[in-house]
């Protein structure tokens, strides 16, 4: 093994000619040991290998950094059309107005919402409006999820407000649909309107702007006049509830219900079912919870069924 190692570093120290020669000019030759030429080998190999790395990090930069302008380009022209779209909500805001002002249609911002969820929606519109103050690119990724749900909310709100005017105008002469008067349910009534023992309190009275029925799980529940769905979805206490306007002052609550079947904009005809019965939101058990209101005031429903 010695005598390997001994003859292998005298192969490394002997000297080798090295002839160089140009295109032009001399050729001439010189010598250098076999030590020096593989070092100068090596030396090349590394050179060649760390300008191959550069280049291809350089070249990876550069269309890394070409993606990220084309996606700063994408961004800008999504945000200037999610800003025209939103200017566009803003004037249908006024067309709105101007309708109902012509059709002798209630005005305002929220039309037949019972008391308490005008405050709800003044605030979520609000805090909508904030946001859209803000400038695209100053908003994180969270806030831009909720500018686009604040838009499409939006467009909700609008088409179901101009779903109405158009069913107000087309049966404007025809009040009598839009009277409720059927049942909701024909599971038995548990609890009657006016003022009750709390069900969550102890011995204190509070007002029950409704009536309720007791039945099964996921019976349906029926709409009781035309009109077209304001909201649909959760409401605190209430649970999954449903709002529908009936046009001439009217508006039916459905409260605690699941497996809703509509949804805000949509037109329904007395009868056609809306939902089943649950238990969702504040509430002590299976029970449909159903207000009728009038010009913004909870009235007895017992006085609109049989």
Do not use: C
């Amino acid at each position: 093994m010695g005598k390997r190692i001994n003859r292998f570093v005298r192969l490394l120290g002997e000297r080798v000619d090295v002839l160089v020669m140009p295109r032009f000019g001399a050729s001439f030759k010189f010598k250098m040991r076999l030590l020096s030429v593989l070092i100068l080998f090596v030396l090349w190999v590394g050179i060649t290998l760390a300008g191959l790395v550069f280049f291809a990090r350089g070249y990876d930069y550069q269309i890394t950094k070409a993606d990220n302008e084309l996606m700063r380009m994408k961004m800008r022209l999504i945000g200037e059309e999610l800003e025209r779209g939103r200017k566009y909500l803003e004037l249908t805001r006024t067309t709105d107005t101007q309708m109902r002002q012509m059709l002798g249609m209630p005005g305002g911002k929220f039309i037949n919402l019972p008391k308490g969820w005008e405050a709800t929606k003044e605030k979520e519109e609000e805090r909508a409006q904030a946001l859209f103050q803000k400038d695209l690119k100053d908003l994180s990724a969270e806030e831009f999820e909720e500018y686009i749900d604040n838009l499409e909310d939006n467009a909700k709100t609008r088409l179901a407000s101009f779903q109405e005017i158009a069913w107000y105008f087309a049966n404007r002469r025809e009040g009598l649909n839009s009277t409720p008067s059927i049942r909701p349910s024909n599971a038995p009534i548990s609890s009657g309107f006016g003022y009750r023992l709390d069900p969550f309190g102890r011995h204190t009275t509070k007002r029950h702007n409704g009536v309720d029925f007791a039945g099964r799980p996921d019976s349906p529940i029926v709409v009781t006049a035309d009109g077209v769905v304001r909201h649909a979805g959760w409401v605190p206490s209430y649970g999954q509830a449903i709002l529908v306007d009936h046009g001439f002052g009217y508006s039916t609550l459905y409260a605690h219900t699941t497996g809703i079947q509509v949804k805000a904009g949509d037109v329904v005809k007395r009868g056609d079912k809306i939902a089943t019965m649950g238990s969702s939101g504040r509430s002590t058990g299976t029970h449909l919870h159903y207000e009728v209101w009038k010009d913004g005031q909870a009235v007895n429903p017992r006085n609109y069924f049989k």
